[in-house]
T-cell receptor, first 111, second 114 residues
């Protein structure tokens, strides 16, 4: 079945440093979504990417979808303490309704 | 509050007991999903409803688990003969299937099986 893998599992940065998390799927995805989960909270949607090679930006966050639609990345420029949380990618294929989540990358930002 | 609501928020039970969780999705959403999340893991897909029809179930879902959405509005997830391995956060999410596939998650129901 479809598997979505994320690296790294943890990342600890100083405030102001950049951060990147990578997501890889074992199969071609129809779309990929990114979510953020704060400690003790529930996943909150950030963005969806659909097109091959797509790049989207939200302020300091840049999301990319690979040309083969099997990988994606999230890059945060100049991290802030408010960026703390776990970032999940989630992908779906054309064959099902399930959105399959990666294990997430937990980001810790120290001032 | 018009978000996804789940009840109860916390449930502690003894092994072998049955438990039921309820999810009320956002009112105009016809799609409803159940996920399970354990510490340090991402949400794991359990099952999906479109209106009252259960269209997909994870192969990992034991036959002790059953979900319903009888009128296409709220949904229940029942776990029979609970085991310690069932301890997790059970998350419900909904969406309308329009535009983005964004899932709106509830706060979750945390199950602890002793």
């Amino acid at each position: 079945g479809q598997q979505v893998m994320q690296i790294p599992q943890y990342q600890h940065v100083q405030e102001g440093e950049d951060f990147t998390t990578y997501c890889n799927s074992s199969t071609t995805l129809s779309n990929i979504q990114w979510y953020k989960q704060r400690p003790g909270g529930h996943p909150v949607f950030l963005i969806q990417l659909v097109k091959s090679g797509e790049v989207k930006k939200q302020k300091r966050l840049t999301f990319q979808f690979g040309e083969a639609k099997k990988n994606s990345s999230l890059h945060i420029t100049a991290t802030q303490t408010t960026d703390v949380g776990t970032y999940f990618c989630a992908g779906s294929s054309n064959s099902g309704y399930a959105l399959n989540f990666g294990k997430g990358t937990s980001l810790l930002v120290t001032p | 509050d018009t978000g996804v609501s789940q009840d109860p928020r916390h449930k502690i039970t003894k092994r072998g007991q049955n438990v039921t969780f309820r999810c009320d999705p956002i009112s105009e959403h016809n799609r409803l999903y159940w996920y399970r999340q354990t510490l340090g893991q991402g949400p794991e897909f359990l099952t999906y409803f479109q209106n009252e029809a259960q269209l997909e179930k994870s192969r990992l879902l034991s036959d002790r688990f059953s979900a319903e959405r009888p009128k296409g509005s709220f949904s229940t997830l029942e776990i029979q003969r609970t085991e310690q391995g069932d301890s997790a956060m059970y998350l419900c999410a909904s969406n309308s299937g329009m535009e983005t596939g964004e899932l709106f998650f509830g706060e979750g129901s945390r199950l602890t099986v002793l």
